[in-house]
């Protein structure tokens, strides 16, 4: 049960922080991985890593001025409670 709630939190920060992406990194990536698993594809990324490094590799087609780098061109916003 425990490991449950750890992997229901993970999976719940991990799409906290795609939606909450800087919008000129991730373009329609949230739309594209909705669709997908509307058409039986589970694509939800499973835990914070695994959206960090989508988003530092994805390619948006639509991104202009933006170089190709690391961490420094992520950004997540976090809120408190």
């Known amino acids: 049960m425990v ?3 750890a992997r229901i939190q993970d ?3 991990a799409y ?3 939606i909450h ?3 000129g990194r991730k373009g329609k990536l949230t739309e594209e991985i909705e669709n997908d698993f509307l058409k039986g594809h589970d694509d939800y990324l499973k835990n914070p890593t695994e959206v960090y490094n ?3 590799n994805y390619r ?3 991104k202009r001025n933006v170089q190709q780098g690391g961490l420094d061109q ?3 916003r ?3 409670k």
């Open 3 to 5: 490991d449950t709630r």
């Open 11 to 13: 999976k719940t920060v």
């Open 16 to 18: 906290g922080l795609l």
């Open 21 to 23: 992406a800087d919008t």
């Open 54 to 56: 989508l988003l530092v």
């Open 60 to 62: 948006n087609a639509n």
């Open 74 to 76: 992520v950004t997540f």
């Open 78 to 80: 976090a809120e408190g």
